[in-house]
């Protein structure tokens, strides 16, 4: 079993910027996908970002340019820099990692953009 814990969600206004975190409490070993989804009220979740153990990145489409994934192996921590924030990018974000095939999600965090 893989608890996940987030961090840093909360309230910005729009073009600004937010910075998420998700530490895997079993340490790297087994994981190689980590990634963001988000939901937001009336809509399905949706992936924002991936990465694997290599380092290879996938994005949505609406948030190429604006959103980075990264991940430090030896902190079992994916990162998800958010910048040029909308209000459509209101949502609650969930952590997932895959370890030996298995999907495991985190609690989410609430990410509000508004003025």
């Known amino acids: 079993q893989v608890q996940l814990v987030e961090s840093g969600g909360g309230l910005v206004q729009p073009g600004g910027s937010l910075r998420l975190s998700c530490a895997a409490s079993t340490g790297i070993f087994g994981i190689n996908v980590m990634g963001w989804y988000r939901q937001a009220p009336g809509k399905e979740r949706e992936l924002v970002a991936n990465i694997t153990r290599e380092g290879s990145t996938n994005y949505a489409e609406s948030v190429k340019g604006r959103f980075t994934i990264s991940r430090v192996n030896a902190k079992s921590t994916v990162y998800l820099q958010m910048s040029s924030l909308k209000p459509e990018d209101t949502a609650v974000y969930y952590c997932?990692?895959?370890?030996?095939?298995?999907?495991?999600w985190g609690e989410g965090t609430l990410v509000t953009v508004s003025s």
């Open positions: 997932n990692v895959v370890r030996f095939g298995i999907h495991y």
